[in-house]
Nanobody
């Protein structure tokens, strides 16, 4: 069982940066692939980024590639999403996810979800 708690969301101007954190409980954190999804009002949940169990492999949505960086610290049971050059279209609730397997981009592949943290980018 894995519990996920996100933090770091907030209001930022376009062009600014935020770093989201996701603290995970559970002794098997280091064996899980971790990721981030987001959902804007009236839109479907969409994949943002994912990292494999040891941080050696990452994958990004085209919309965030080059601006966002996902990383993890297995000693601290934490995964991060560094978001730079933020745009108004990045406004959404961001969810941390975990799954006991390989990186995936479909939300149905992830067993565990955090409660979400709001990111709002003003123009």
């Amino acid at each position: 069982q894995v519990q996920l708690v996100e933090s770091g969301g907030g209001l930022v101007q376009a062009g600014g940066s935020l770093r989201l954190s996701c603290a995970a409980s559970g002794r098997t954190f280091s064996s899980y692939a971790m990721g981030w999804f987001r959902q804007a009002p009236g839109k479907e949940r969409e994949f943002v980024a994912a990292v494999n169990w040891n941080g050696g492999s990452t994958y990004y949505a085209d919309s965030v590639k080059g601006r966002f960086t996902i990383s993890r610290d297995n000693a601290e049971n934490t995964v991060y999403l560094q978001m730079n050059s933020l745009k108004p279209e990045d406004t959404a609730v961001y969810y941390c996810v975990a799954e006991a397997g390989v990186i995936a981009t479909s939300p149905t592949k992830y067993q565990y979800w955090g409660q979400g943290t709001q990111v709002t980018v003003s123009s």
